[in-house]
């Protein structure tokens, strides 16, 4: 009885998670520059060394990068216009 539950609970939380997934609300908009592009601006940064993390929030890309001298950047793009905001 208990596997049965706990995979019906699994199930549940991997649909509602794939409805959640394609809200969009949650996506840039269809005029939105590359992903590529904004990367390839950041990479081009002085000192730049690797990318950490990239994500979509509250209607910006945020951007963290290290730099050469382990200094941590973070920074929020915006996604039509693909500059810094």
Request: glycine share 6%.
């Amino acid at each position: 009885m208990l596997k049965t539950v706990s995979a019906a609970a699994i199930a549940t939380f991997l649909l509602a998670s794939g409805a959640y997934a394609q809200d969009t609300d949650r996506a840039p908009p269809p005029d939105a520059k590359k992903l590529s592009e904004i990367v390839a601006k950041v990479e081009q940064r002085n000192g730049f060394r690797y990318i950490g993390d990239i994500e979509w929030d509250d209607g910006a890309y945020e951007v963290t990068y290290y730099t050469v001298d382990k200094a941590k950047v973070e920074i929020r793009f915006d996604p039509v216009t693909g500059e810094p905001k």
